[in-house]
């Protein structure tokens, strides 16, 4: 834990300490519209770019991914074979395939490039799951890849934070001004107090824009991967995923990209990076390969 905090707190002030040096070289003024919109947008989406840019390296550090460079036994040649064939069915490079050990069934896909990416499947899931369910596991994986997921979430994550910083600040002095009677304050402690607070209240809500995106892609990457794999097995794979539904160990910072994540209602699920399983289960057996919606446009 102590090292994901450290890993989060280095990476942001990074970001800080990069924007500040390339705004002073620039000559950007933050407090003008003009500089605040320049801040925000190196600022919000410096993070999501270096966290995407960086996915890889930190799957492999956090989750203890294995990649298998050369197969060890049968179970890994079957992996990388059947990663390989879906990569050429989807389109895109051949994945980097990795092994990392879980109690949980549970599978995630990460990485900056599509024809570069990294699929890796925990052991529980390779003890617990047939081959055909392996195999839609690994195709709705490969299906996020073939989609653009990672590149996508990041870059609205990127929007969505450049939004927070402008709209709290601009809320900030107005609030501000009103409360210090129309004076200039110069941005004392009581403004920047305020703009904490509203990034805090506007960051809540940005976050359920972007799991709603995040929900979103796990049903089209369902989809996917009943067209890599069949219906059936996909179906299959996710009944058997909801036995250990909701106890993924993954590391937050690839968390919403396993195809097991947390459940909870009400408010809760709102924030939630992945649907109910018992709604994946029946949107899926009413899809259609004809690319017929099922959810929210979801298509082949």
Do not use: C
Not at 89 to 95: E, H, S, T, V
Not at 150 to 179: K, S
Not at 189 to 207: E, H, K, N, R, T
Not at 262 to 291: F, N, Q, T, Y
Request: positive net charge; without cysteine; hydrophobic residues 50%.
């Amino acid at each position: 834990m102590f090292k994901r905090i450290a890993l989060f707190l280095a990476t942001n002030l990074a970001v800080l300490a990069l924007v500040s040096v390339v705004m002073s070289v620039l000559g950007v003024n933050p407090s003008s519209m003009g500089g605040l919109l320049v801040f925000a947008a190196m600022f919000g989406f410096g993070g999501s770019i270096i966290s995407l840019l960086l996915s890889k390296w930190v799957a492999k550090r956090f989750a203890g991914a294995r990649v298998i460079e050369q197969p060890a036994n049968e179970t890994e040649r079957w992996l990388v074979d059947t990663v390989r064939r879906q990569a050429q069915a989807a389109g895109i490079g051949m994945p980097e395939v990795a092994v990392y050990d879980a109690p949980e069934i549970n599978a995630f896909a990460t990485g900056a490039n599509r024809n570069s990416a990294l699929v890796a499947v925990s052991t529980g899931l390779l003890r617990a799951m047939t081959r055909d369910e392996a195999e839609a596991v690994l195709a709705h994986e490969v299906s996020h890849v073939a989609n653009g997921d990672m590149v996508t979430m990041a870059l609205l994550q990127g929007v969505l934070n450049t939004f927070v910083i402008v709209l709290a600040r601009i809320v900030g002095r107005v609030i501000d001004g009103y409360l210090s009677g129309g004076r200039d304050s110069g941005g004392g402690m009581a403004y920047y107090a305020i703009v904490f607070a509203l990034d805090m209240v506007f960051g809540l809500f940005a976050s359920m824009i972007a799991m709603w995106f995040s929900r979103h892609r796990e049903f089209r990457a369902d989809a996917g991967g009943a067209t890599l794999a069949g219906r059936d097995k996909m179906v299959a794979a996710l009944e058997r995923l909801s036995q250990t539904y909701g106890q993924s160990t993954l590391p937050k910072q690839v968390a919403a990209f396993g195809i097991s994540g947390g459940v909870g209602g009400g408010l809760k699920r709102l924030l939630m990076s992945h649907p109910p399983m018992d709604e994946r289960i029946a949107a899926l057996r009413d899809w259609r390969p004809d690319g017929g919606d099922v959810r929210q446009g979801i298509v082949a």
